[in-house]
C-alpha cells in the first residue's frame, strides 16, 4: 500500500513548455486534489475531483487543466509554463466524506520554470 | 472565499516549554480544522483536526481549541521536543474547500 505517490519528484521548463504531473492512490478514496505551494503562502488549492471522470476549478486554477479519466489517477497539466508557476505541487486525498475527512498527501513535484 | 490568518508566523522555544500557535478564519460555514505538520522537503502530515461540534481535543502532548462564536482556533504542544521543530500549518474547511494558514516555522531549542 503505497498510499499517494507522485511524479515526476523535480522538474525544470522553459518558458512556454509543456508538462503534465501525474498523482496517483491505492486507497480507493473519491476525492482527489491539487495544492500549489509557494514559500510563505501555505497551499493553495488548483483543482480538484470528486469522482472518475469529474473535474472542478479551486482557488487558483489559471494556468492549469485536470483530468480524471481513472479513479486512482488525477493529472495535472501545464499547456504553456510560465516562470510564475515554479512552485512545489502536492497531490491529496480523501476518502468518503470530501475535505471534511482527513487529506493524504504525495510527497511532492518540486518545478522550476526559467 | 474563506480566508484564515495564523500567527505567529515564526516561534522559537526552549526544549520543554509550551507553544501556542493561533489561526483565525472568515467563513463561519467552516466546519472542518485540522492542523499539519511540514518537516523540511515532506509532504504536510496530519497532526490533529478538530470538528465545528467540538470545542477541544487532546492527543498526547497537543491540543487543539475551538472558538466558533469568535472565529479561531488553536494548537498547543507541551513539553516540546527538538523533534517537534518544523513548519505547522493551519486550515479551515467547508466541503471540497479547504483553506491553509501561511505556516509557523517552530523551532525547539535543545
Known amino acids: 500500500n503505497a498510499g499517494v505517490t507522485q511524479t515526476p519528484k523535480f522538474r525544470v521548463l522553459k518558458t512556454g513548455q509543456s508538462m503534465t504531473l501525474l498523482c496517483a492512490q491505492d486507497?480507493?478514496?473519491?476525492?482527489m486534489y491539487w495544492y500549489r505551494q509557494d514559500p510563505g503562502m501555505g497551499l493553495r488549492l488548483i483543482h480538484y475531483?470528486?469522482?472518475?471522470?469529474?473535474?472542478a476549478k479551486g482557488e487558483v486554477p489559471d494556468g492549469y487543466n485536470v483530468s480524471r479519466l481513472k479513479k486512482q489517477n488525477f493529472l495535472l497539466g501545464l499547456e504553456s509554463a510560465a516562470p510564475s508557476q515554479t512552485s512545489v505541487y502536492f497531490c491529496?486525498?480523501?476518502?468518503?466524506?470530501?475535505?471534511?475527512?482527513?487529506?493524504?498527501f504525495g510527497p511532492g513535484t518540486r518545478l522550476t520554470v526559467l | 472565499g474563506e480566508n484564515v490568518e495564523q500567527h505567529p508566523s515564526t516561534l522559537s522555544v526552549q526544549e520543554g516549554d509550551s507553544a501556542v500557535i493561533k489561526c483565525t478564519y472568515s467563513?463561519?460555514?467552516?466546519?472542518?480544522f485540522p492542523w499539519y505538520k511540514q518537516e523540511l522537503g515532506k509532504r504536510p502530515q496530519l497532526i490533529i483536526d478538530i470538528r465545528s461540534n467540538v470545542g477541544e481535543k487532546k492527543d498526547q502532548r497537543i491540543a487543539v481549541t475551538l472558538n466558533k462564536t469568535a472565529k479561531h482556533f488553536s494548537l498547543h504542544i507541551t513539553e516540546t521536543q527538538p523533534e517537534d521543530s518544523a513548519v505547522y500549518f493551519c486550515a479551515a474547511s467547508i466541503p471540497l474547500d479547504m483553506r491553509f494558514g501561511a505556516g509557523t516555522r517552530l523551532t525547539v531549542k535543545p
Open positions: 491529496a486525498s480523501t476518502g468518503l466524506a470530501g475535505v471534511t475527512d482527513t487529506q493524504y
Open positions: 475531483s470528486v469522482g472518475e471522470g469529474t473535474t
Open positions: 467563513d463561519s460555514a467552516s466546519n472542518y
Open positions: 486507497m480507493n478514496h473519491e476525492y
